[in-house]
Antibody, heavy 127, light 111 residues
Framework: QVQLQESGPGLVKPSETLSLTCTVSGGSVSNSNFYWSWIRQPPGKGLEWIGY???????SNNPSLKSRVTISLDTSKKQFSLKLSSVTAADTAVYYC???????????????????WGQGTLVTVSS | QSVLTQPPSVPGAPGQRVTISCTGS?????????VHWYEQVPGTAPKLLIY???NRPSGVPDRFSGSKSGTSASLAISGLQAEDEADYYCQSYDSSLSGVVFGGGTKLTVL
C-alpha cells in the first residue's frame, strides 16, 4: 500500500526558509485522482491545512499562509516538497504529508479526505 | 478559531456510546460538502476513521459511525473501549475560503 515519509531539518532559524520533502512509496504520484498535501499541527493544537499539488503541478495553498508557501513535485523521484519562507516561532509544528482524494458530484469536484498520512516531523523555529 | 466547531472534550465510560459533534456553516457542511473524521492517538499521525460522511475504511470497526444533517455532522462511538481514548478531528471543504478546513479537535477520555 501507499506509504509517505517526511524528511528535512528539525531546526530552522527565524526569518529563514523551512524545507521538507515527502517520499512516496508503493504507488504513483502521477495518478490524477490524488493530490499531494501538507498539513501541520503546532504543539498541543489542532490540524492546519497548508496546501497541495496535483500530478500536473497545479497547486492550492491556505490563504492564511499567503505567499510564503511553495509546493513542488518531482515525479521521477516520487517526492513532493514544501518550502515555507520567513518563518517565525509560530511556524513551529509537526509537519505531515498526506495523500488527498477528490469528491465529485454531478456538477463539480472538490477536495476529499486525507489518507494515508506520513508519520510527521517536528520542525522547531528558534535561533 | 476553527471554521468547524467541535467540543474540546467528551468523557465516556467503557461500554458506553458517545457522540462528537462538528458544527459548520452554509459555506462548508451546509453547502453539501462531505465531512471526514480522523482519530489521532497522542504522538502519532492522524488516521482516517470515516470518509464521505458515513463510510468506514477497511479495518475500522463498525463501532464507529458518522452522520450528517444540515450544517452539522457527528461521529458516534459505541461500546467504548480504553483504546478509543484519542483526539478526534472532523474535516470538510469551505467554498468561501476555497480550501480544506478542520475542526479544532475533541479529546475523548475513557473513564
Amino acid at each position: 500500500q501507499v506509504q509517505l515519509q517526511e524528511s528535512g531539518p528539525g531546526l530552522v532559524k527565524p526569518s529563514e526558509t523551512l524545507s521538507l520533502t515527502c517520499t512516496v512509496s508503493g504507488g504513483s504520484v502521477s495518478n490524477s485522482n490524488f493530490y499531494w498535501s501538507w498539513i501541520r499541527q503546532p504543539p498541543g493544537k489542532g490540524l492546519e491545512w497548508i496546501g497541495y499539488i496535483d500530478y500536473s503541478g497545479s497547486t492550492s495553498n491556505n490563504p492564511s499562509l499567503k505567499s510564503r508557501v511553495t509546493i513542488s513535485l518531482d515525479t521521477s523521484k516520487k517526492q513532493f516538497s514544501l518550502k515555507l519562507s520567513s518563518v517565525t516561532a509560530a511556524d513551529t509544528a509537526v509537519y505531515y504529508c498526506a495523500r488527498r482524494g477528490i469528491v465529485c458530484s454531478n456538477t463539480s469536484c472538490y477536495p476529499g479526505w486525507f489518507d494515508p498520512w506520513g508519520q510527521g516531523t517536528l520542525v522547531t523555529v528558534s535561533s | 478559531q476553527s471554521v468547524l466547531t467541535q467540543p474540546p472534550s467528551v468523557p465516556g465510560a467503557p461500554g458506553q456510546r458517545v457522540t462528537i459533534s462538528c458544527t459548520g456553516s452554509s459555506s462548508n457542511i451546509g453547502a453539501g460538502y462531505d465531512v471526514h473524521w480522523y482519530e489521532q492517538v497522542p504522538g502519532t499521525a492522524p488516521k482516517l476513521l470515516i470518509y464521505g460522511n458515513t463510510n468506514r475504511p477497511s479495518g475500522v470497526p463498525d463501532r464507529f459511525s458518522g452522520s450528517k444533517s444540515g450544517t452539522s455532522a457527528s461521529l458516534a462511538i459505541s461500546g467504548l473501549q480504553a483504546e478509543d481514548e484519542a483526539d478526534y478531528y472532523c474535516q470538510s471543504y469551505d467554498s468561501s475560503l476555497s480550501g480544506v478546513v478542520f475542526g479544532g479537535g475533541t479529546k475523548l477520555t475513557v473513564l
